[in-house]
């Protein structure tokens, strides 16, 4: 990998840089679409590739499962399998470790699950899953952590930090022998709950082995914590991390949380929010989301947003038509997926242009005051920037409120 910062906001955390990976360059900082079984729900590679997008994420553990290592070797990789020629990033599939929980144990050696096709025993250790990743020939691969819920406390969140560290070195050792590390790039995940101490634990020991990964990703939060200590965990990481290597905060998708990420000092995230709510009929954008599913749309010959160069919006497309066929046809999923992925695209797009041209701070000003008018700014984001120095608040009489702040139309 290549790695390059090009710009630094002169007031905040937030950067630039350029990541130049096997299938080509990735400007960060970026939104991963989530592809977790080789395929963007609702997309075909080729629109997705036409939207912009240069990084997307697929699943290990599930593509391990289906279609399995044989075909993917067989033919040459996921690239080739899903036929995507731009750069993939897989998850290791630790997180499946709490998303599935009922069906996992971990002991030591790796994680004790049951086969959801044929109820077999499978152990899915720290080596096999950096081979998996490897015959799926991912550009980034992700460590296998031991994941615990973040509302998890207690002992086990002391555990499952301790032995990320040891599994991080035995993933290190099976992708150091494979010879793979020019075109496939190990990723770290910090682990620690809610714990500052932990957190700085792991982040001590997961630096000192620098030589040995590309890059870092924060594990283990977007599990429904507190936003307060959700970005000061963030900021933590954040700022503890080498400023040559990437970092990636894992889970991270509504607007509001990844601009807030980016000032921090974040590059990468993900989440399966904008194309989950696509396919339930909304709508997102700068002015908040919208949900086509309400009979409000019915008759509206708008478009979702004028500005909006989506294929959806820019065809003009009207919202009558939009809630028509919303959560119906598969085109309204196709429809509301291309334009949500454009709106993450254009919310990262225009922090990366912000950042260089040294008006990041308005930039997130002029953003949280469409975003959430008047209807109030989460408390949490505004103590966040604050934290970098921008006071979402200067200037004007803006309504803050504790949790996530405005109440959308999205229910
Ligand atoms: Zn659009």
Redesign the pocket.
């Known amino acids: 990998m290549e790695f390059e910062v090009i710009a630094q906001c002169h007031t905040t955390n937030a950067r630039v840089c350029r990541m130049k990976l096997a299938h080509g360059i990735t400007m960060l900082p970026t939104f991963m679409p989530v592809a977790t079984q080789a395929a963007i729900k609702g997309l075909t590679p080729q629109q997705v590739e036409s939207l912009g997008i240069t990084l997307i994420l697929n699943n290990a553990y599930h593509l391990n499962l289906r279609p399995g290592t044989k075909v993917l070797d067989g033919v040459g990789g996921a690239h080739a399998f899903q036929g995507w020629h731009r750069n993939i990033l897989t998850d290791s599939g630790g997180f499946q470790f709490v998303s599935l929980d009922k069906f996992a144990s971990i002991t030591e050696e790796g994680a004790l699950f049951s086969c959801p096709f044929t109820g077999h025993p499978t152990m899915l250790t720290p080596e096999e899953s950096i081979s998996i990743q490897h015959s799926i020939g991912a550009d980034i691969i992700m460590q296998l952590d031991d994941v615990v819920s973040s509302l998890t406390v207690g002992p086990r969140v002391d555990e499952a930090m301790e032995r990320s560290i040891r599994w991080l070195d035995r993933c290190i050792e099976q992708h150091e022998r494979s010879g793979r590390q020019d075109r496939q790039n190990l990723f770290a995940i910090i682990q620690g709950g809610l714990d500052p101490t932990l957190r700085d634990k792991c982040l001590d020991a997961m630096v000192e082995r620098g030589d040995h990964v590309a890059g870092y990703a924060i594990g283990g939060l977007s599990g429904g914590e507190e936003k307060d200590l959700f970005w000061r965990i963030i900021k933590q990481c954040a700022d503890k991390l080498p400023i040559d290597r990437p970092r990636y905060s894992m889970g991270v998708g509504f607007a509001e949380d990844l601009l807030v990420c980016v000032a921090l000092g974040i590059d990468m995230a993900d989440c399966v929010f904008p194309t989950r709510t696509a396919r339930f009929g909304v709508?997102l954008t700068f002015k908040g989301p919208l949900n086509l599913r309400l009979k409000k749309h019915a008759k509206s010959m708008d478009?979702?947003?004028d500005n909006?160069?989506?294929p959806?919006?820019?065809t003009g497309t009207p919202r009558a038509m939009l809630h028509h066929i919303v959560t119906i046809e598969t085109a309204g999923a196709h429809a509301l997926t291309?334009?949500n992925l454009?709106?993450q695209a254009q919310v990262m797009g225009g922090a990366r242009d912000a950042i260089v041209e040294g008006r990041f701070p308005e930039y997130l000003r002029t953003f949280f005051k469409n975003y959430f008018g008047d209807q109030g700014y989460p408390e949490w984001c505004v103590n966040a920037l604050r934290s970098v120095g921008v006071d979402l608040l200067q200037g004007g009489n803006v309504l803050v409120i504790p949790g996530r702040g405005a109440k959308w139309d999205v229910a």
Do not use: G, L
């Open positions: 709508a478009r979702i947003d909006c160069p989506c959806t919006c820019s291309q334009h454009v709106f």
